[in-house]
Nanobody, 119 residues
Framework: QVQLVESGGGLVQPGGSLRLSCAAS????????MGWYRQVPGKQREWVAR???????NYSDSVKGRFTISRDNAQNTVYLQMNSLKPEDTAVYYC?????????????WGQGTQVTVSS
């Protein structure tokens, strides 16, 4: 059974840090582009960061310089290190796995983990 399970969310003060994890099962992430997205109630899901297999990380302008995405293919896990957190980073954060090749596509989402930045 294919699954992505996020963890590491919680309540943190502005300026603080959190590290999110996304553990995959039922498939190997090594050939997938792995990404993080976030969503607040009433708004569309927003892309945060992604890292292709063997590629360099990419970040949205809103998190560049503060967030770092990394992947451990051996552990089948992706991470999002979030530093200098701001109240506007408050959202549910989702992990995504995407694979596309020769017309075939596989796309999976986790259930999300809540991040709240507040004093």
């Amino acid at each position: 059974q294919v699954q992505l399970v996020e963890s590491g969310g919680g309540l943190v003060q502005p300026g603080g840090s959190l590290r999110l994890s996304c553990a995959a099962s039922g498939f190997r992430i090594s050939v997938y582009t792995m990404g993080w997205y976030r969503q607040v109630p009433g708004k569309q899901r927003e892309w945060v960061a992604r890292m292709a297999s063997g590629g360099s990380p990419n970040y949205s302008d809103s998190v560049k310089g503060r967030f770092t995405i990394s992947r451990d293919n051996a552990q089948n896990t992706v991470y999002l290190q979030m530093n200098s957190l701001k109240p506007e980073d408050t959202a549910v954060y989702y992990c995504n796995a995407d694979f596309r090749l020769l017309g075939a596509q596989h796309n999976y989402w986790g259930q999300g983990t809540q991040v709240t930045v507040s004093s």
